[in-house]
């Protein structure tokens, strides 16, 4: 039995699990079959080894074993891996096991927890974090303005130009929403003329806005794309963009029922207000970009547009609920239809797949 074998057995019973527990948890992590439990026992006793390149599957590994207590710390996976000859963590990978529970440890010895949105937003790694907060604590209490300053510090000399493209092209794509959505939540038109180019200018948004967001998915570099061989796929642009498109339309349709009960409850148009649920459907469209081909993959173990392609009918509905709302917008304002028939629809949705989830673990039980 290798060094490597030997730690991963110790790690695997400590976490309560049986190879062929680890071999299917694994499976999960990566959106397939996974490994049996054969041959998680090779790996044990040596009979064969994961290849230093297949770092995806190192990854799915250490995150199982995190997530089932096996592992705690990042030293702890990083002497797992140095056991079989493997590199050590990147802050990439580091992020991908430790994501949910990232922690450093203070000069007492007690968890200073990261927050989950600072991994999100600043790219910081736990090993970062902690030699960070090491080298700041010396010093009188409080020790957060030290922190604090040698964080800014740590992301200024780390800023690069495409970094700051990123975040010019969102300001871009968040002007651009403003122009052109915000016009159709001012209720009520002053007359025909201005609901037409209101309308257009939303139906030129749903076809625009989307492409955008979805060209800031990077799918080329991401490295579970790339161990399926679809990271330059046209398929997987598609998706992504479909992804994009249902996103956005899901997003604007929640902040359209939030602006029909501001008007019907009266309330005065806020710019403020409209500014923060404009953000709902750029978030949205984002998330759904790499949510939809993923799910897609996970579902059929493939990517092809037969398996989803009804669903690129979704760049098609902004110009149809613009042209459906030039028509019929003052039916929809007036005496509380419109939320009316919103909250009715909503309702039967809910009930529909209720009674279908239902349906389904009946059949479950009979057969």
Known sequence: MTEFGKRLRICRKKGGLTQEK??????????????????????????????????I?????????????????LEEADEL???????????????????????????????????????????????????????????????????????????????????????????????AAWILLIPSWRWPFEDRGSAQLALVAYAVGTLILPACIAALVNTRDNPFWQEHGLANSWVTRLYVH??????????????????????????????????LVLAFPLLLSYASAHLVPHNLFTAYKRLRLSDGA???????????WGY???????ILLRHNLGLTLFLASATLLAAVTILRKRNSKEQDTVF
């Open 324 to 330: 459906f709302l030039f028509e019929y917008y003052p």
């Open 57 to 73: 599957v190192l990854v799915s590994l250490l995150r199982v074993l995190y997530q089932h207590g096996s592992i705690q710390t």
């Open 22 to 55: 680890l071999g299917g948890l694994i499976g999960e992590a990566l959106g397939d079959h996974g490994f049996s439990g054969a041959a998680v026992s090779d790996w044990e006793r040596g009979a064969s080894k994961i290849h230093a390149d297949n770092r």
């Open 81 to 175: 891996l140095e056991a079989g000859n493997y590199r050590a963590l990147d802050p990439e990978e580091q992020q991908r096991i430790f994501s949910y529970q990232a922690a450093s440890h203070g000069r007492n010895g007690e968890k200073a927890p990261i927050p989950v949105m600072w991994i999100w937003l600043f790219n910081v790694s736990i090993e970062d974090w902690q030699t960070l907060v090491r080298k700041a604590q010396p010093g009188p209490e409080p020790a957060w303005p030290r922190i604090l300053v040698a964080f800014l510090r740590q992301r200024l000399d780390r800023l690069h130009a495409t970094h700051v493209l990123r975040a010019l092209l969102w300001l871009w794509i968040g002007l």
């Open 242 to 275: 479909q992804g994009a498109s249902i996103g956005f339309q899901v997003g604007y349709f929640g902040a359209f029922v939030l602006g029909l009960f501001r008007y019907n409850l009266g309330l005065p148009f806020s710019n403020l207000a409209n500014l």
């Open 310 to 320: 009804i669903f690129f009918v979704f760049p098609l509905a902004g110009p149809g």
